[in-house]
């Protein structure tokens, strides 16, 4: 098993470009999650989805779409990248959620930096 | 809302030394609560895991306690050795609205030899 997989492992991007983050798992897991991840604040929560077709807001959504089309992708769109998303951002994924959750398992992560 | 309130670091410690990382929460409901590590260049791993009050999570020589009547989850090692070097994040999910995970801000460990 590949777990999840996240691509590019790094980007730069010039303000206003826009990309997107890929991320993918072989788990057949139901929940994926996105976060970022600054100095000092820990994870913060951008959108999750529950499911294909279903996805909602987290802490911190401004600035990125998301869709989950299959139950193994879920892609993070910038839309239009500013400096203040310069971060490393990391895809979970998990069997269950709330009281069910045994375990979220991470990707190695994509360090963007917006110049 | 949940969160989670981690001591702040970095913690440098000597090889057998022994180690305890504060972990405090609040949180609605009756969480779930993790210790997640962070090896350089690496992803977050799951390292120990408590589901109820005065459940004690165990893996690798590390432990931590649920503990409901202080809100509280301190990651604790007798030992530690170089290759603990990572950071340690402290992690809660309850079955509030987001049923997601909420961080601490992480505390970097480095053991010397």
């Known amino acids: 098993n590949a777990g999840v997989t996240q691509t590019p492992k790094f980007q730069v991007l010039k303000t206003g470009q826009s990309m997107t983050l890929q991320c993918a798992q072989d788990m057949n897991h139901e929940y994926m999650s996105w976060y970022r991840q600054d100095p000092g604040m820990g994870l913060r929560l951008i959108h999750y989805s529950v499911g294909a077709g279903i996805t909602d807001q987290g802490e911190v959504p401004n600035g990125y779409n998301v869709s989950r089309s299959t139950t193994e992708d879920f892609p993070l769109r910038l839309l239009s990248a500013a400096p203040s998303q310069t971060s490393v951002y990391f895809c979970?994924?998990?069997?269950?959620?709330?009281?069910?959750?045994?375990?979220?398992?991470f990707g190695q992560g994509t360090r963007l930096t917006v110049v | 809302g949940n969160s989670v309130t981690q001591m702040e670091g970095p913690v440098t410690l000597s090889e057998e030394a022994f180690l305890t990382i504060n972990c405090t929460y609040t949180?609605?409901?009756?969480?779930?609560l993790f210790w997640y590590v962070q090896y350089p260049g690496e992803g977050l791993q799951l390292l120990l895991k408590?589901?109820?009050?005065?459940d004690k999570g165990s893996n690798k020589g590390f432990e931590a306690t649920y503990r409901k009547e202080t809100t509280s989850f301190h990651l604790e090692k007798g030992s530690v050795q170089v290759s603990d070097s990572a950071v340690y994040f402290c992690a809660l999910i309850s079955s509030g609205s987001a049923r997601q995970l909420t961080f601490g801000s992480g505390t970097q460990l480095t053991v010397l030899p």
């Open positions: 408590a589901t109820k009050a005065d």
């Open positions: 949180a609605t409901g009756y969480p779930s």
């Open positions: 979970a994924s998990s069997y269950g959620t709330g009281r069910d959750l045994t375990e979220a398992f």
